[in-house]
């Protein structure tokens, strides 16, 4: 099928798309990673004992010992901590929640008030998975606040021991030592399972992040996401999840600790223990979840002051060139000075507030104490001894580490968290262009007949689509102030897409040969029709290839994994061999703005070989022969379009 009358605002020519008879639809061997080497993770093959004394890291700190390290000496990345697996999981668990009230909704009557209340909540689904695969902790916080417990009573009777000269001292020493090896290592082993888990969640975010920043439907347009806040997000926003999983188990521990002391403390000298215990709970621990709240909300503006810093920042980079044809340097100055002070001062109000709970954790065992013992000594008549003193101390010494600093951080990181999980939320809520795509028609003619041809990977469906086009104003006041004028890009277009074919756009300029490819990447909105989409992976060469800060070959493999025998294959069908023999380093050349500058030729074979080299099913070259010669551009043909990709049964979508 052909596009039925392709327009563009600058004329109609029409586009004509030209298949290539299928060569050979057999598809290659999976590559297999070469190249050098990196050591397996040494975690993964340590023994239990290794694990347990945390000697798995030996050999490398060993090998630091004797010389620098470089990064081939790095171990491999653990599957469990792959970006590509964590982002996975991180995005099946905001799916699975959003199944899940979307089941709940449908159970519920349309009259019924809470399906304008009943939303998808990451923040359960995070708790809940987190609770979940870090149970094991659980057994080990009991432990280490049983054997806390356990050193103070131990402490007091082994004191008693020297004032009596009893030999009883020894097994009270031995107490000691057992429960201090007891807190040893549950503190690490703690640390080490929550701190990994924050760290898979903060990985998985990012990763799910810029996912979603690839599948907005507003990038470009009046109504898109501002950069800063992505940028926010990614910066500052993921690092809540790893101080918040190391502390937001002693929500529960901390007032079960505080009880259980409270208990043995009026044990052992009565009511006078609870005045203590009263003061820190209806005093300090008030004022520490004031301040928890406070800190909450001023977490909030800053994050959105930052963003606003951080849009205008960067639009003033964006459009430096006009800013400084027009004499706004000064204007743009002040807007970012002026934004920047509120920022700092909401930070300094945030310091403020950090500070006082420091104060208040150094003070409150002190301030405990006293009060216990006075109350203890002036309205119950008891009798201090060096027993009593030592252990009372040690106790609320627990009291005031469990109640003013792990119950503290607990809070303050868990109400930061959750201020950054509802932005994450929000963000991941914004409509996608894709889904504005995906085939929305269920007619029984769409489906029997793309159920009848199992090779169509993507069918255009009388597709309608518009440019955003942003307008910026004149004035200094409206400069930031974008207008969206919809431009109509393809109209009533259909057209299907086989394995295995070269498919040929071709037209004169402006005829929507773009617009064509664009649609079928995923980059344009869907106003009309629909698109059907069966593949795993899509490549795309764009017009205007682009190149990164890094070496040649870091532009080329883009964090793939180094196939020495297929990125040559790549290398020469795409003509660079020549072009890296001329530079001293070869393919370890820096490029970019502060490397080599290549040609615009060697930019479009850089772009050519990195959509190569991805393998993926589908591959849209844009225009990609303009910037060579004829002598090249028949080698490419021939060697890295139809060798390389459609004899591999790759579906080819070419446009020239």
Same mark, same amino acid.
């Given at each position: ?21 299928? &060569? ?37 700190? *060993? ?20 970006? &590509?697996? %964590?982002? %996975? ?16 909704? *449908? ?20 708790? *809940? ?27 007091? !009777? ?108 009026? !044990? ?53 060139? @006009? ?21 700092? *001062? ?25 009060? @216990? ?23 609320? %010494? ?15 990181? +868990? ?47 009388? @597709?309608?689509? !518009? ?53 079928? @990447? +995923? ?11 069966? !593949? ?18 870091? %532009? ?96 080819? &979508?070419?446009?020239?």
């Amino acid at each position: 099928m052909s596009p039925q009358g392709l327009t563009s605002e600058k004329n109609s020519t029409e586009v004509k798309i030209e298949r290539e008879p299928i &060569v050979d639809a057999t598809h290659g061997d999976s590559l297999n990673a070469g190249g050098n080497v990196r050591p397996q993770n040494s975690f993964e093959t340590a023994s239990f004992f290794s694990k347990l004394f945390f000697m798995w890291p030996h050999q490398l700190m *060993k090998e630091g010992m004797l010389r620098t390290l470089t990064e081939i000496d790095l171990p491999n990345v653990m599957e469990t901590e792959a970006s &590509v697996t %964590n982002r %996975n999981y991180f995005e099946k668990l905001w799916q699975d929640e959003v199944h899940r009230v979307e089941e709940l909704r *449908k159970n519920l009557p349309p009259n019924s008030k809470k399906l304008k209340t009943l939303r998808p909540s990451l923040h359960w689904a995070l708790a *809940k998975d987190f609770f979940k695969t870090t149970w094991v902790i659980q057994p080990l916080m009991f432990a280490n606040c049983t054997a806390r417990i356990v050193m103070s009573l131990a402490l007091g !009777y082994l004191i008693e021991s020297f004032e009596k000269m009893s030999n009883d001292g020894y097994i009270w020493a031995g107490v000691l030592i057992f429960c201090n090896l007891i807190v040893l290592f549950e503190h690490h082993h703690v640390f080490l399972i929550t701190w990994r888990k924050g760290m898979q969640i903060r990985i998985g975010a990012v990763a799910s992040i810029f996912a979603k920043t690839l599948r907005l439907n507003s990038i470009g347009g009046s109504d898109a996401v501002p950069s800063g806040k992505i940028m926010n997000l990614v910066s500052n926003d993921v690092e809540r999840f790893i101080p918040t999983a190391l502390f937001i188990s002693y929500l529960i521990w901390a007032p079960l600790s505080a009880i259980a002391i409270l208990i043995i403390g009026m !044990y052992l000298i009565g009511p006078a223990f609870a005045c203590g215990f009263g003061l820190l709970i209806f005093v300090t621990t008030p004022m520490q979840f004031y301040l928890s709240r406070r800190f909450a909300i001023l977490r909030s503006r800053v994050a959105t002051i930052t963003d606003t810093r951080m849009t205008l920042v960067s639009q003033t980079i964006v459009g430096v060139r @006009v800013m400084k044809m027009s004499g706004w340097e000064k204007e743009f100055e002040k807007r970012i000075a002026d934004i920047r002070k509120m920022e700092v *001062k909401q930070i300094h109000k945030a310091n403020g507030l950090k500070a006082l709970n420091e104060a208040l954790f150094f003070s409150v065992n002190i301030l405990v104490s006293i009060v @216990v013992f006075l109350c203890y000594v002036f309205f119950f008549d008891g009798i201090l001894n060096t027993r009593l003193v030592f252990t009372i101390f040690s106790l609320t %010494n627990i009291l005031q580490l469990e109640l003013t600093k792990h119950l503290s951080f607990g809070v303050m990181s +868990g109400a930061e968290c959750w201020v950054s999980i509802r932005r994450i939320q929000q963000f991941f809520e914004e409509p996608e262009l894709i889904e504005k795509q995906v085939m929305n028609t269920t007619s029984s003619s769409n489906l029997s007949s793309i159920e009848m041809d199992r090779d169509i990977i993507i069918r255009l469906s009388n @597709v309608t689509c !518009y440019w955003d086009v942003n307008r910026h104003a004149n004035s200094a006041d409206e400069c930031m102030e974008d207008t969206t004028r919809s431009t109509m890009a393809l109209e009533d277009v259909s057209v299907d897409l086989k394995v295995g074919e070269l498919i040929c756009v071709v037209g004169s300029v402006g005829s929507g040969k773009s617009a064509l490819l664009s649609s079928i @990447v +995923g980059e344009l909105s869907v106003s009309k029709g629909s698109i059907f989409r069966s !593949y795993d992976s899509l490549a795309y060469a764009s017009q205007d290839p682009w190149i990164m800060n890094g070496n040649i070959k870091e %532009n080329i493999l883009m964090g793939k994994e180094m196939d020495p025998q297929y990125y040559d294959q790549v290398i020469k069908a795409c003509g660079l061999t020549q072009d890296f023999a001329q530079f001293m380093h070869g393919d370890e050349t820096m490029v970019g703005d502060r490397g080599v500058q290549c040609s615009g030729g060697q930019r479009a074979r850089l772009g050519l070989a990195r959509a190569l080299y991805r393998d993926a099913d589908i591959i849209v070259l844009d225009d990609p022969l303009s910037a060579v010669d004829s002598r090249v551009g028949r080698l490419i043909f021939y060697s890295a379009i139809m060798d390389l990709m459609v004899k591999k049964g790759k579906c080819v &979508v070419l446009g020239e």
